[in-house]
């Protein structure tokens, strides 16, 4: 069974002590484009730790030797590193390429983070968390989602944030109408001046759904024309390669509220498919979803049931929707309830 890929987890990969199995899962899960943010996150963290526990008259890491056996054991062959002991930015842009060439090999999201001082924001699956900026705005994450912005932005530029996950966002607009730009690893930003909007990035899937306002949607293929989106309307995007997503869908949808009610602590549920409901199940609550009665994957559900509780939202799926919900550990199998003759 695949292994949960936690930050402990990762730390010991790091730090060369993760059995062969693990190791190998840690590589499956790096090697997804979804999971870029986060693994940067836990790989600066994990060097912030080794600063901080040092004691004070210990000797520095060997920052290059460290980056030498975990260039070794991810296989990416010789690299040359400098004999004499680089400065801490040095340092720290040494852990970046090797973010990069763990992530993927110089992608997009790398090459966009030059940022001097940030705050990460990350949670958990089944978390949400507000986080209020500077300047007024609003950014509510969902579970398994992470959030980059800087510490202070610069005067007559504009405002930037990193997400990975999903995101709803209530920008405050400026005087000097500076503007508000939304990154992310689906190869597409999203710029705003005022607005509330969703921002989902997910596997191999990217979705922008305008509550109010107006929004532009900036894709990393110049050759791609910008989307304007109007409220109500959505657009979604899946990759056919890493970062070069092609849009699947641009249209009105009958709720935009639906596509934010998780910040509600709701699940609003309109024509549903299984498999959609399965996706999200995963993507939120971490959960590894099957579907055993074939009969369901033909079946689409509408309906509003509670999220802030994982029990209490299983147990009103069943009851809604007349499935069988069992789980065990992080494994979650979907039956079909049969009626009572």
């Known amino acids: 069974m695949t292994p949960d890929i936690t930050q402990a987890l990762f730390t010991a990969y790091l730090h060369g002590s993760a059995s062969a199995a693990d190791a190998a899962a840690v590589r499956a899960w790096l090697a997804q484009p979804a999971n870029q943010l986060l693994a940067q996150h836990w790989m600066l963290q994990h060097w912030e730790g080794l600063e901080t526990q040092a004691a004070p008259a210990a000797e520095e890491p060997d920052y290059e030797a460290m980056l030498t056996r975990l260039h070794g054991r991810l296989q990416f062959g010789s690299r040359e590193l400098a004999a004499v002991p680089a400065p801490r930015w040095r340092r720290w842009a040494a852990v970046a390429a090797v973010a990069g060439a763990v992530l993927g090999g110089g992608s997009w999201w790398l090459t966009q983070q030059a940022v001097p001082a940030s705050q990460t924001i990350a949670t958990a699956y089944g978390q949400t968390r507000t986080v209020q900026l500077a300047d007024g705005t609003s950014i509510t994450l969902n579970g398994h989602s992470t959030l980059r912005y800087p510490a202070a932005w610069t005067p007559g530029k504009p405002r930037e944030v990193w997400l990975d996950g999903e995101g709803y966002f209530a920008v405050q607009h400026q005087a000097d109408n500076q503007r508000f730009v939304v ?45 304007l989106l109007a409220p109500g309307e959505l657009v979604e995007t899946r990759e056919v390669r890493p970062a070069e997503p092609v849009v699947m869908a641009y249209r009105k949808v009958r709720s935009a509220a639906a596509y934010a009610s998780w910040k509600d602590a709701e699940l609003v549920l309109d024509e549903t498919s299984i498999a959609e409901l399965a996706a999200r199940l995963h993507d939120t609550y971490g959960l590894e979803v099957e579907v055993a009665t074939p009969e369901l994957n033909q079946r689409r559900v509408t309906g509003t049931v509670p999220v802030r509780d994982l029990d209490v939202l299983l147990q009103s799926l069943e009851e809604a929707f007349h499935l069988k919900a069992t789980r065990q550990g992080n494994h979650l199998t979907l039956t079909e309830q049969r009626k009572p003759l």
């Open 183 to 227: 990154h992310t690893t689906a190869g597409f930003n999203v710029e705003v001046l005022g607005t509330k909007f969703t921002v989902s990035r997910r596997r191999d899937q990217g979705r922008v759904v305008l509550l109010s306002g107006k929004v532009r949607v900036h894709f990393a293929d110049h050759q791609r024309p910008d989307v």
